[in-house]
């Protein structure tokens, strides 16, 4: 009996002690979890931060450049007022990616607000060349558009996809030599998408880089190894701004020959 009872005690001791380090772990693991959530928290704060005193600043500076542009109009010569206007699609630009900062996030949570609506390939294409040409002409690069057949419209967002397009072709840009073409290419599948295609003819990307490009942050470790890539938070945006519209994004690229970065979207009915 003696011997019995050693035992049952013994086991005893034994399920209190496994349910104590299980608690134990529980408690550790809930208390990583919170301070996880808390540093996120507060990231997310100092980034919302961020972006209203950039905001700010660069608001003013857009607004001083129009002023000047209106007062200046018919006293300068076209040298000056090109400088004054590229001064603005600069500042417009900086705008842009600093709302950008907070989209990622808003798109993964539901919070940025979609508008869906059949709009024509064609008016996509056209805008989007035009906002990065003074840019293109900068650098001597030729934009191209190049569609196949009449491309029926598309059912998106027409700022988001703006956005996306704008990005794709300043991502191309910057890694573009002179007198080399960017085309921007618009075809239908038959899987119900319209395919537009943003094909450079720049350095390309490392193979190994190419799994890679539209993780957040790409761009920093890139650059660190002397890869010339055109990632960062830009193609993190793209990624979840096409997926959030039920469109896919993919990218094609060879080192040395270029790199082609295409966007699917749903046709509209």
Known sequence: MAFAERSSQLHA???????AANLAVFLAIAAMVSTIAASRRRQDELLQFIVHDLRSPMTNIQSGLQTLQEMSEGKLDDTDQ?????????????LTLVNSLLDPPRIESGKLPLHLEAIPTEE??????DQVGMWARQNQVDLKADGDGAP?????????????L???????????????TITLRARPSDDGHVVLSVEDQGPG?????????????TQVASRKSGAATGTGLGLTFCQKAVQ??????????????????????PKAA
């Open 13 to 19: 001791a034994r399920h209190l002690w496994n349910g």
């Open 244 to 265: 959030a519209q039920g469109g896919r994004i993919w990218l094609k690229s060879k080192l040395g020959h270029g790199t082609t970065v295409s966007v699917a979207l």
């Open 166 to 180: 704008v990005n794709l072709l300043s991502n191309a840009l910057k890694y573009s030599p002179p007198m080399s």
């Open 205 to 217: 990307i490392p193979p190994e880089w190419v799994d890679k490009v539209f993780d957040p942050f």
């Open 82 to 94: 090109e400088l004054i206007a590229m001064a603005l699609v600069s500042s417009d630009r900086v």
């Open 152 to 164: 029926p419209a598309v059912m998106a967002d027409r700022v988001v996809t703006g956005r996306v």
């Open 124 to 129: 996509l294409v056209t805008t989007a060349l």
